[in-house]
């Protein structure tokens, strides 16, 4: 399963004090109290929250009216085509994760967005790299197409990296090396995965965390590979089983089921 970055401040000792409350929520899985500090009355505020509205509904599962209204309010405030290009990208991201969750099937209306996202925000700007990250994420998920994913991806890490971006890299590093683990490059999936969970334990991501450990599970062999998914099955009930899709993830499928799924 697939899921969002959503790059931000708060995540250093010298960041703004509201920036950091918000961080540390947000990386608690508290999204609603983190929106709950941010007045929507300027374009950043507004697409501040409506961001983290959507990152919710990406992991629970839930909110998807709070966040259609606060995306809403986002797009209102948006003037310049940085502001508009970034609420586009919430769009795109919030029907990307309706599609995702079989909510309801709005592919065609992520696609647009993201395309009209990346019509306003040029090539180096600083939003272009989340915008990769999302267009990878559809090319993998919904079009079935690793190659187009793993090119967006690529654009996207090299972004992240070239504006600092580490929260945004742990999430390239994860998705590359899932798309390595596919094509059974077990070397290239490992480094990939320990960097993602490296990045997120250093941030404190800790909502993150829990998937970062089941992937690298995923790479690793006995008796790592059970110690790793025990550690997240731990995180993962820390959180009230958040993020919701990682339960599948967690949870042992019985051999006839395999079978028939393979």
């Known amino acids: 399963m697939a899921h969002t970055a959503m790059?931000?401040?708060g995540t250093n000792a010298g960041d703004d004090p509201l920036q950091t409350a918000v961080w540390r929520l947000r990386s608690r899985a508290c999204w609603a109290d983190a929106a709950a500090l941010l007045q929507p009355v300027t374009a950043q505020a507004a697409l501040q929250r409506a961001a983290l509205l959507v990152e919710r509904c990406l992991?629970?599962?839930q909110g998807?009216?709070?966040?259609?209204?606060a995306l809403r309010t986002a797009e209102a405030l948006a003037h310049s085509d940085d502001e508009r290009g970034a609420a586009a990208c919430e769009r795109g991201q919030l029907a990307y994760a309706a599609t995702l969750h079989s909510v309801r099937d709005r592919a065609d209306e992520a696609r647009a967005a993201?395309?009209?996202a990346a019509a306003l925000i040029p090539p180096g700007a600083a939003g272009r790299a989340l915008l990769d990250f999302r267009r990878g994420l559809l090319a993998e998920n919904l079009a079935r197409s690793p190659?187009?994913?793993?090119?967006?991806?690529?654009?996207?890490?090299?972004?992240?990296t070239a504006h600092a971006d580490p929260l945004l890299l742990s999430f390239t590093w994860r998705h590359l090396a899932g798309l390595a683990l596919r094509d059974g490059e077990l070397a290239e999936a490992r480094h990939g995965f320990a960097e993602s969970l490296r990045i997120r334990e250093e941030l404190g991501y800790l909502v993150g965390t829990a998937p970062a450990l089941a992937s690298l599970a995923d790479a690793e062999a006995e008796p790592e590979a059970s110690r790793l998914r025990e550690e997240a099955r731990r995180l993962f009930r820390l959180l009230g089983g958040v993020p919701t899709w990682l339960s599948r993830q967690l949870t042992p499928t019985p051999p006839a089921a395999d079978a028939a799924t393979a």
Do not use: I
């Not at 190659?147 to 992240?160: E, K, L, N, T, W």
């Open 7 to 9: 790059s931000g401040n």
């Open 59 to 61: 992991y629970t599962e």
């Open 64 to 69: 998807w009216e709070e966040a259609e209204d």
């Open 114 to 116: 993201l395309g009209r």
């Open 147 to 160: 190659q187009a994913a793993r090119a967006a991806y690529r654009r996207a890490h090299a972004g992240a």
